[in-house]
C-alpha cells in the first residue's frame, strides 16, 4: 500500500532531508557533479557536510584514493621518522612502509613534503 508524503516524511531523520534536498538540486539544476552530494550526506554528519558547502561551495574538489592517501601518510611517517627521530634513512623508509628500492623516490617525496610544511600556515586556520 502507497505511503504518504506525511508518513515518509515522519519517518525521515535528518540525514534524508539533506539527502532529498541534494537530490533535488541534481534534478533542478542538471549539473552532472551534483549526483553524488546526496551520498555524502550519509557519509558525513549534518554539521559537517553543512560546513562542507560553506567553504566549498559552488567548486568542484577531486578526493583522493585511497591508495593515494596512504602513499601520503606513509611519506608522512618517513618525516616523522627520519627527521623527527634522527633514525637512519634506510630504516626510516622501511618502518613508513616504502619498499627499500623506493628509497630514491621516496626521497622527492619527503621533500616534497617539506616544501610544503614551509609554503603553507599550518595550525593557524578556524573553520
Known sequence: MPKTVDELVSKMQEQDVYSIICSFLYDLKNIPEYTTLSELCYLL????FL???KYFGGQTITIPTKEELVETIQVLLLFQYYEVEHRPWKDAVTLAGFDSNRGKGAGNKLNRLKETLEKYNFGNRNY
Open 51 to 53: 560546513k562542507l558547502i
Open 45 to 48: 554528519d549534518v554539521n559537517s
